[in-house]
């Protein structure tokens, strides 16, 4: 640029930093100039829950960046515990207050970028200012955090809220060695999964002791004995507890821009367009105060990620050096590690293609392999649904949930979404392969596979939620041991290696439902019988599908 634009970014951590850095390596003439009203500009909001662990147990790696830092590397000037009140958009001004000294000031900008962020929820109920209730957003947040329990030396605790941070929370604290109760409105934690894809989650945090309330919620918090507090579920049940994490959500910050008379959207957040421009040619906003784009529903909203909000602050700081970039959207993709599970998922679930009336162009499979080669020791299932479109093939969604290497598998996935790839794409995908690591046919490529299958009209399936509702045979092919140990009340078993010898006793006029373990022995005896003239239908991922299934309806 020739002239020296003056480019004012009100927020740091992701969106705010990695705007301004951006905006630095694209032009040294730039005046730029950083505001944050709290006491660090540039924080891993992330690990925030780790450090209350003390998994990261010093409180300075939680800095990405220092305010000498962006003035030694980038020329960059910050301004910590300074809050901008107002934006005069007419004369391109901003008001600040310093909080430290009450004086007040304005500064003029010919770009001005508003990074916000988002607040964390505090419903309005009896009891919520009390001592010991906490929400986790920022540094000092998390060091109030564990003084309070080392000043009161905690050994219990109330996680309110089973989202993405009420899950970290319950893993940190856990590690602490407090006895960790969540309290969920909902049915499931983790709510932006499907139900059943959660039931491997809450298995594992009722056998490491965490206590679920599930749908229920707070009706109000009491005080209770010395520093404890009282809490009354709507159930009407009541816990006493050493403090309590609020973890029910977090709402965009737009004050700021509303005052401002910048457009807002109907999800809560600030419009942009796909520069992070807003209503004012002048004002670019980033982060999670911003309102995007779904890319495979279409749907805009919030989606408060910090991957999302770091490339949006380098589009803003390219659209205002005058390059053309534009924002993608997103596609929600995300991973949380919960005790000894991870669960990752990408694209839209079923409930939302539900919600959305898009469900009827979908299938859906269930798949369980190993998440490296079975025969080399300490392989792990992997549980996945894989989402794609009967059409074409074109992938919408997958959730996988397990030990280890879940992660890797849906970020594949997530770029072949991006792509806007296919089932058949997947089957050839080429994947590293060494028996530690993965599989010749990776859980990628199988889902590829039989998700092909399907389109191919090699495969019809079923899935559990149908079989209440259907009159066919249910044929159970495992083993006879296998079959003992729980099955359909009205299922018969013939195990798949004495299929053939067996088939004259499965009848012709009636259509055939197959199922086993995982979903693969069944596929097999479909494909047998098919070619013997049967009508049948595999039910997709098996026997340990149904138990997902089952887990989600108990707990519900």
């Given amino acids: 640029m020739s002239k020296k634009p003056r480019i004012l970014i009100v927020g740091g951590v992701a969106g705010g930093a990695s705007c301004a850095a951006r905006a630095r390596r694209l032009s040294e003439t730039a005046e730029i100039v950083m505001f944050d009203r709290g006491t660090h500009v540039s924080f ?28 030694e590397r980038f020329n960059i000037e910050v301004r910590l515990r300074s809050n901008v009140a107002a934006i005069d958009r007419a004369n391109r001004c901003i008001e600040v207050t310093d909080l430290e000294r009450g004086t007040t000031y304005g500064e003029d900008y010919d770009y001005l970028v508003l990074s916000p962020g988002a607040r964390p929820i505090r419903p309005n109920l009896p009891g919520i200012d009390l001592p010991g209730i906490f929400s986790l957003r920022t540094i000092p947040d998390s060091r109030q955090i564990v003084q309070w329990i080392e000043q009161f030396e905690a050994t219990q605790a109330v996680v309110v809220g089973g989202g993405y941070i009420g899950m ?3 893993e940190n604290l856990h590690t602490r060695g407090l006895k960790v109760t969540v309290v969920e409105r909902l049915n499931q934690v983790m709510p932006l999964l499907d139900q059943e894809m959660v039931a491997p989650i ?17 009706a109000q918090f009491e005080k209770g ?32 821009a509303e005052k401002a008379g910048l457009d ?3 999800g809560g957040g600030i419009q942009v367009d796909g520069q992070m421009r807003t209503s004012d040619p002048h004002i670019w906003a980033v982060g999670d105060a911003v309102e995007v784009r779904d890319v495979v529903t279409g749907q805009t909203g919030v989606v408060p990620l910090a991957g999302p909000a770091n490339r949006q602050g380098r ?8 390059r053309s970039s534009t924002f993608r959207g997103v596609q929600g993709t995300s991973v949380v590690g919960i005790l000894d599970h991870v669960v990752a998922f990408t694209g839209a679930s079923e409930k939302t293609l539900k ?7 979908m299938e859906k499979i269930y ?7 079975n025969y080399y020791p300490g392989a792990e299932p992997i549980s996945l649904k894989f989402i794609f479109k009967k059409e074409d093939g074109r992938i919408v969604g997958a959730q996988a949930v397990g030990q280890k290497g879940v992660e890797k598998r849906i970020d594949v996935v997530a770029m072949a979404i991006q792509m806007g790839a296919t089932v058949f794409d997947l089957e050839e995908a080429e994947l590293c392969y060494a028996p530690q690591f993965g599989s010749a046919k990776d859980p990628v490529n199988m889902a590829g596979m039989i998700a092909a299958n399907v389109l191919r009209g090699d495969a019809h399936l079923a899935h559990w939620e149908e079989v209440e509702e259907s009159s066919a045979l249910m044929l159970d092919v495992r083993d006879v041991m296998e079959y003992k140990q729980d099955h359909l009340d009205e299922a018969v078993n013939i195990p798949i290696d004495e299929l053939r010898q067996r088939m004259q006793e499965i009848p012709k006029d009636r259509e055939i439902w197959t199922y086993c373990f995982v979903g693969q022995r069944s596929y097999f005896a479909a494909r047998t019988l098919t070619q013997h003239g049967y009508n049948v239908k595999n039910i997709s991922g098996g026997f340990k599908t149904f138990s997902m299934f089952e887990t989600a309806k108990f707990l519900s």
Avoid at 202 to 218: F, Q
Avoid at 225 to 246: A, M, P, W
Avoid at 315 to 322: E, K, L, Q, S
Avoid at 355 to 361: L, T, V
Wanted: one cysteine or more; aromatic letters at 4%; charged letters at 15%.
């Fill in 168 to 170: 970290e929370m319950t």
């Fill in 225 to 256: 004995e010395g520093h404890r507090i009282k809490l009354t579920l709507q159930s009407g049940n009541q816990i006493e507890t050493d403090l309590v994490i609020l973890c029910i959500g977090v709402r965009p910050h737009t004050s700021l």
């Fill in 355 to 361: 919600k959305i009336g898009m469900w009827d162009q």
């Fill in 367 to 373: 798949l369980h392999p190993g998440h490296h080669a």
């Fill in 202 to 218: 809450h298995d594992t945090l009722i056998k490491h002791g965490i206590s679920l309330y599930l749908n229920d919620g707070v």
């Fill in 264 to 266: 807002i959207g109907p």
């Fill in 315 to 322: 589009i803003a700081a390219d659209a205002i050096m005058g």
């Fill in 44 to 71: 891993a909001n992330c690990g925030l829950p780790y450090y209350v662990g003390n998994v990261i147990q010093n409180e300075e790696d939680l800095l990405v960046a220092t305010p000498q830092l962006f003035k």
